[in-house]
């Protein structure tokens, strides 16, 4: 026979009185204080192992689980907690007379209250150099087990898997004589389902990627960072997820300093400027709209940079984004006030410059302190109807010893550094993609056109709007020209460069007018696709 306290009694949904608690938690933030909160309370506490020791040390009494279920820990605690007397005590339908007659029958008293958190699976197989073993062994077996059946019967108990949950738990305990309403019942299960959802999600994904690159199912899980004013347009909801336990996120290490809440569109355009103006290493600007860049260049400061990045199209520049990989000093930021900006994204901001950019109530200040690289195992998502589309990110390093030269005039340095600065930029326009280059710095960009020679026309126009000289120009094109049509236009405004994937059909044609025109033309034999 069990000692110990209350019986079950048969009782109808609705408010629970918690007088007896299971205690068992890897992660003991807030342990005591919760735990002591509980037994001023005149709740008993029963607990496991570690859990048990924890509060002893603190001077909470408890009831060792063990003495509940009449069996000891064993094989190294990997077996404490699964137990038919726990499970019994957990999963009886109060409102069940033959259920409550049952427990009776078994000596086994009910427990109201399950507190657990998991084995830190996630933090351990994100180890360098972890073992297969010690992952495996931070496989949580008995902790999901006992979240999963307290959640499920949450008609008649409660489950708390959160530190962060305990003082309102606490509270509406001590408010409300050691009850807990139906409400926060139901809310603590959801919670709790999602947890285990999350934990199992991160076991199957490690089994998973050991085995496949694209295996058979593709378990993720994705915690909310931000709610969002509207979606792409007003009439839509929306909201910023980030896959969990993700190395960094679009907006990890970004503290956003001034201005209006962040937008749908402004993550979109933000995403694509941060991966942009990330192929550089030295003072980059990179200005998005739409989800194209408008405008990106290098120079010896970041003001440098801008100014020639805004010099590509200042019109589609209005209320776009802009990102730096440098801080802004407060004569970039006098020149960024001049103008409508919606987002400044930079790694920093230098005496005196947020002074003049928060002048502006509305303009969204970034800063952006992340300096991890993106996992390069991490693959790129499409959403599609009922489905994902999953596929390698387009970031490998390609190499200028890998390209061709396939023209009989070869490319000077100044000429091979143009068309490697453009064909960096090319791979973050929109197909079909046309990036036109000079002084590393784009001049012209044609983006998203069904048509690569409409794509080429509208570079070299936004070129000619501001009456642009394109003599020396060089020129990027994302994928192949199927005819001559396209490098013909280019070159008769002054393309003497021009760097693309090859594999057409008439290559032959392209590199023959190349020729006649004295062009240099280098073929990468891979093509950079955006849809």
């Known amino acids: ?91 009886a339908v109060r409102s069940k007379p033959e259920h409550i007659a049952t427990l009776a029958e078994q000596d086994i008293e009910p427990i109201d209250l399950v507190c657990v958190n998991l084995y830190p699976f996630e933090r351990t197989a994100s180890r360098r150099g972890v073992s297969t073993e010690e992952v495996v062994e931070n496989i949580d077996v008995g902790g999901p087990t006992l979240i999963r059946a307290a959640a499920k019967n949450h008609p008649f108990t409660a489950v708390v898997t959160s530190p962060e949950s305990y003082d309102a738990v606490l509270e509406e305990l001590r408010m409300s004589d050691a009850l807990l309403s139906e409400q926060t019942r139901e809310a603590l299960a959801a919670e709790a389902f999602a947890y285990t959802a999350r934990y199992d999600s991160a076991i199957a994904r490690w089994f998973s990627e050991r085995e496949d690159d694209f295996p058979a199912t593709y378990p993720r899980v994705y915690e909310k960072v931000l709610d969002l004013p509207y979606g792409e347009n007003p009439h839509q909801r929306a909201a910023y997820y980030a896959q969990a336990n993700a190395r960094t996120h679009l907006l990890s290490m970004v503290s956003k300093l001034h201005g209006k809440e962040l937008s749908f569109n402004n993550l979109l355009d933000l995403d694509a400027a941060r991966r942009l103006v990330s192929e550089f290493e030295i003072p980059a600007a990179v200005i998005v709209k739409h989800n194209n860049p408008c405008g990106c260049a290098v120079g010896g400061s970041a003001l440098e940079a801008f100014e020639r990045a805004f010099a590509t199209d200042p019109l589609s520049a209005y209320g776009g984004v802009y990102c730096f990989n440098r801080s802004v000093d407060r004569p970039l930021a006098e020149r960024l006030h001049e103008i409508f900006v919606e987002v400044v994204m930079a790694k920093g901001y230098e005496e005196g410059a947020l002074e003049v950019l928060e002048q502006k109530e509305n303009v969204r200040i970034l800063d952006d302190a992340e300096r991890r690289n993106e996992p390069v195992a991490d693959r790129d998502i499409r959403r599609v109807r009922g489905g994902l589309l999953v596929q390698d990110r387009d970031e490998d390093i390609e190499l200028r010893d890998e390209m061709t030269i396939v023209t009989q005039r070869k490319p000077t340095e100044q000429e091979w550094g143009e068309m490697l600065f453009a064909w960096k930029v090319c791979k973050h326009v929109r197909s079909n993609a046309i990036v036109i280059a000079r002084d590393l710095g784009t001049v012209g960009i044609g983006a998203g056109q069904m048509s690569r020679v409409d794509s080429v026309k509208l570079a070299v126009e936004k070129a000619g709007e501001r009456g642009l000289d394109l003599e020396g120009s060089a020129l990027a094109s994302d994928a192949f020209f199927p005819f001559a049509d396209g490098p013909l236009i280019a070159i008769e405004t002054g393309i003497r460069s021009i760097i693309q994937p090859g594999g057409s059909r008439r290559d032959e044609e392209v590199i023959a007018a190349c020729d006649e025109a004295g062009v240099a033309m280098v073929f990468t034999a891979r093509r950079h696709f955006r849809h």
Do not use: C, W
């Open 1 to 91: 026979m069990i000692s110990g306290g209350h019986a079950a009694e048969v009782v109808q949904p609705g408010a629970v009185r918690v007088r007896r608690a299971l205690l068992s938690v890897s992660d003991k933030r807030g342990l005591v204080d919760f735990a002591r909160g509980l037994s001023e309370l005149g709740i008993e506490i029963v607990s496991t192992g570690g859990t048990a020791r924890e509060l002893s040390e603190a001077g909470i009494g408890t009831r060792p689980i063990d003495e509940y279920t009449g069996f000891p820990e064993i094989l190294d605690g990997r077996v404490k907690t699964l137990n038919p007397r726990i499970y019994a005590g957990l999963l």
